[in-house]
């Protein structure tokens, strides 16, 4: 007997093919199964999507639809809550659901025969049985603390999704911990996934919680899933989840998407980070999918953060006023007491364990200082009582621009509408945006002057200033200074950032120099002291939400000081700003996120933004600029109906802040609305006139466009 089935298979951003496709099968397969099937002249991976009722006639002439190739069944098919996610992700960010369902595949999956897959599977499985039975019970270390206690009895008794507000040192990861192992021993299949930001965090939690989990269900029960991993390794880890072998997957945003059959808890650690949301083809948040996702798997859903999204913050008010999201607090850092960090005569708690916030007015120091001698001199304390510093500037390179002082040329990207940055330490112009690179010129280009300088200041050059400084200073061993920078230049190749952190926790270093990377989610034990050298420029930005990333960095920096509260009880987190008095430090200074959060969600509402409404931006590249908004322009004045009846916003198309890369043209266009469904309905139906103005005059030149639900920048 033929059966007929509907197949997703990977079909390139907007083609004219974006559901299922038609083929036939002398097998019955089940929804969700893996096929091989033929695909114009390739054959390819493809997802059984949907099979008919019994006795459903075939809807297409059975006799020329293409029969699979091969099923790949000695997989089990994906579950029906997997093909919903998909299909939610697809239809919510606006993508063809072939690319969602593939790109959710590990990308070695598509080049194995079903022979190769079947072999690999029996090899696997003889290393790592499916659920082997537990080896006694996993030990917690730790007596647990007042707070986590509470929190963790609320995650066992409530439905969630909770979002665990806990500060920076407060315990989080130990209430994961817990939570998952009393998910483990009660029910002996559940599966649990962990989310990081970024891939640079995974292995010192990997290595917690195979410290913990591995005695008891053997280390393969722990496995990651993230883009730094070849692609073996990833393959080993989704099948491994896919068969219910792996109890734990820890992993980035991919991670959302892996095949677990038996989830049962998700966690989405520092689930404020806007690494959460992908940036290139369906650009999905992974901490909105997760909450989905919980609510679809029936998961219990847990968002930690120090300092949450502005978002999931709204939405973990109160029930009484349309909370939906259970709001956690553990206010206090382990070891700390649960006093606040600011007393109400505005004086700072050393006993609470948080750090004290100073802020430096930079208006009263010497011109052009980068430290000001205040903080030179806190430095010298830090290192004499054998402690460390960490200094943080958001800019890497030596120099952000190169100038001549005669003729005031400016190392522009000759292909970008942005400067070339120099960088000292192979004296080269390298554009941050497009990768251009060129050895800087002996004189100016333009005139001829010798005497090019650099403008401003990078973390390169704060690391070659830093050393002038403090230059004859001794460690307490009479040795000289050591300074360490950590930022993209220097880890660029594997295992360096390992390698320098390493050095940092070895207490090899007595100061470290960087950029945000430094400043998130690393466990440093000895660092007593922490700058944010310049912390200005986010501050009146044109990007409304820069001021929650502002925050949330220079939190997330200050709970890097003073974590072990043995090393020193008088932490602190310096501040350099011409702005000292602006509210932003003043809650800073208070470590008062609900403050900040409570001024912020206040201006957002009344200026309509997010939360309180929602965005979608379509963004169009072409080689002129002209084409590139021309597009949005038609495509707009086609929608304009539609969007007035859904009372949907359309805006003008209008340039992107970086309006030119490697010689192409950014234009984008925001469409908002105060209803999100309204929002998606009218972008439901406007995906067709996208296309249709692709096609027309209009489209003409057009290189690439893209709709970006949600969007984080604007
Ligand atoms: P967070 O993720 O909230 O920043 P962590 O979970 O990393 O905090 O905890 C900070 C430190 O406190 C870690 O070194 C952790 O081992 C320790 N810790 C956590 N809970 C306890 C506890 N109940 N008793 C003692 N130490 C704890
Ligand atoms: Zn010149
Ligand atoms: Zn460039």
């Not at 996610?85 to 697809?90: D, I, K, P, Y």
């Not at 080896?135 to 963790?152: D, F, N, R």
């Not at 070895?506 to 050298?533: E, N, S």
Request: hydrophobic share 40%.
């Amino acid at each position: 007997m033929t059966h007929w089935l509907s197949v997703l298979v990977q079909t390139p951003a907007h083609s004219q093919v974006a559901g299922p496709l038609s083929y036939r099968s002398e097998l019955a397969l089940a929804a969700g199964t893996l096929v091989r099937v033929p695909f114009g002249k390739r054959e390819t991976l493809g997802v059984v999507w949907d099979t008919p009722a019994d006795g459903e006639a075939a809807p297409f002439d059975a006799d020329k639809t293409r029969p699979i190739t091969a099923a790949l069944d000695s997989l089990s098919p994906l579950t029906d809550t997997w093909r919903q996610l998909v299909g939610f992700a697809a239809g919510y960010y606006q993508r063809s659901l072939g690319e969602v369902a593939l790109a959710a595949l590990p990308p070695q999956l598509r080049e194995l025969s079903a022979e190769q897959l079947a072999r690999r599977l029996k090899r696997q499985a003889k290393a790592a049985p499916a659920s082997p039975a537990p080896a006694g019970q996993a030990i917690a270390p730790l007596t647990l603390t007042p707070e986590q206690a509470s929190v963790i009895s609320q995650i066992e008794t409530q439905a969630g999704p909770f979002l665990l507000f806990g500060a920076t040192g407060s315990g989080k990861t130990e209430v994961y911990l817990r939570c998952v192992q009393q998910l483990l021993e009660r029910d002996p299949q559940a599966q649990v996934l962990v989310m990081v930001p970024e891939i640079n965090l995974t292995p010192q939690l990997e290595a917690r919680f195979i410290e913990r989990f591995g005695p008891v269900y053997g280390e393969q029960a722990v496995v990651s899933l993230h883009s730094g991993m070849t692609n073996p390794q990833r393959l080993a880890s989704w099948l491994a989840a896919h068969s219910g072998a792996a109890r734990i997957v820890l992993g980035t945003r991919m991670a959302v998407f892996a095949s677990l059959p038996q989830l049962k808890l998700i966690v989405v650690d520092e689930e404020h980070d806007p690494s959460y949301k992908q940036q290139e083809g369906a650009r999905y948040s992974a901490r909105d999918l997760a909450v989905y996702r919980g609510k679809l798997e029936g998961a219990k859903v847990i968002l930690g953060s120090a300092t949450p999204s502005l978002e999931s913050w709204h939405h973990s008010r109160p029930a009484s006023e349309g909370g939906r999201y259970l709001r956690l607090h553990m206010p206090s850092r382990v070891g700390g007491n649960s006093e606040p960090a600011v007393t109400a005569d505005g004086r700072h708690n050393p006993a609470s364990g948080l750090p004290l916030v100073r802020r430096v007015d930079m208006n009263h120091q010497p011109k052009h200082a980068v430290f000001s001698p205040p903080l030179v001199e806190a430095i010298k304390v830090r290192i004499a009582r054998g402690e460390q510093s960490m200094m943080f500037l958001n800019r890497r390179g030596y120099a952000p621009v190169l100038h001549c002082t005669d003729c005031d040329w400016k190392s522009e990207c000759p292909y970008c509408s942005a400067f070339r940055v120099f960088h000292k330490i192979d004296r080269t112009l390298r554009c941050h945006h497009c990768g251009f690179t060129e050895r800087v010129p002996r004189a100016c280009p333009a005139c001829g002057n010798p005497d090019i300088r650099p403008m401003g200041r990078g973390t390169e050059r704060l690391e070659e200033h830093l050393a002038e400084l403090l230059d004859d200073v001794r460690r307490p061993d009479g040795q000289a200074v050591r300074i360490v920078r950590i930022d993209a230049d220097t880890t660029k190749h594997k295992g360096e950032l390992e390698s320098q952190l390493a050095q940092v926790h070895a207490g090899d270093v007595d100061v470290l120099v960087g950029t945000q990377m430094i400043a998130k989610g690393h466990d440093f034990r000895r660092i007593t002291l922490v700058a944010a050298v310049n912390a200005d420029s986010a501050l009146f930005s044109s990007d409304f939400r820069a001021p929650e990333r502002l925050f949330s960095l220079l939190m997330q920096a200050a709970g890097r000081a003073g974590r072990d509260t043995g090393v020193s009880s008088d932490s602190e987190m310096w501040v350099q700003t011409f702005h000292p008095t602006h509210p932003l430090f003043d809650a800073l200074k208070r470590h008062d996120y609900p403050a900040f959060a409570a001024g912020e969600l206040k201006e957002r509402e009344q200026a309509g933004l997010p939360p309180f409404s929602f965005q979608a931006l379509v963004r169009a590249e072409a080689r002129s600029q002209e084409t590139a908004q021309g597009f949005l322009q038609a495509a707009s004045a086609s929608g304009t109906e539609a969007a007035a009846a859904l009372g949907v916003t359309l805006y003008p198309a209008v340039p992107m802040s970086v309006q030119r890369v490697a010689n192409v043209e950014r234009a984008q266009m925001l469409i908002e609305s105060p209803s999100r469904a309204a929002l998606q309905r009218f972008l439901a139906g406007w995906h067709e006139v996208l296309h249709e103005v692709r096609q027309g005059p209009e489209g003409k030149g057009l290189i690439r466009w893209a709709v970006d639900v949600d969007p984080l920048t604007i």
